[in-house]
């Protein structure tokens, strides 16, 4: 998923930077299947996707002053996995990435979360991704990653 993810934010931060003062944009929707993504987790466990996709929007902004924004929301759809063990899964949760440029100052802002959380067919959660990241308009970055899973594409 973080594939998808990293390539997406590029795009975005692409695409807000690009625009300029440009007035701001629709919003783009779109899908990406997940079919075939692995996750480790600890332990040795893994979870392969077997159906779904993420459904996902981005939007981009500009002010008449030159300052920049985009962000962008992907949610699991249907997202269906086998873990090692031989049980069904599911993917509930959702991944939120953002950002912004301010024209005068030449300094910008990113933050990017991926709140996952792999449930099982009792209810009960058998995993997750958890992962925070922020960078300052100082360029300090801070990652925090507390999750028992990893993003597939790390």
């Given amino acids: 998923m973080k594939k998808v993810i990293s390539l997406l934010a590029g795009c975005a931060a692409t695409l807000a930077f690009a625009a300029g003062a440009a007035a701001s944009g629709p919003a783009v929707h779109f899908s990406e299947s997940v079919v ?42 249907n997202v269906v996995l086998v873990g090692s063990d031989g049980n069904t899964y ?45 960078v300052s308009p100082n360029g300090k970055e801070v990652s925090v990653d507390f999750g028992t899973c990893e993003d597939p594409g790390e």
């Avoid at 990435?97 to 300094?107: E, P, R, V, Y």
């Fill in 36 to 77: 075939g993504d692995v996750i480790p987790c600890e332990g040795g466990f893994t979870l392969t996707a077997v159906s779904g996709s993420l459904k996902g929007v981005i939007h981009e902004g500009a002010s008449a002053s030159g300052n920049l924004n985009f962000t962008g929301t992907l949610v699991p759809k």
């Fill in 90 to 134: 599911r993917a509930a949760g959702a991944i939120w990435f953002g950002g912004a440029f301010n024209a005068q100052t030449g300094t910008g802002t990113f933050t990017f979360t991926e709140h996952i959380l792999f449930v099982g067919p009792d209810g009960g959660l058998v995993g997750a991704i958890h992962i925070t990241e922020h």
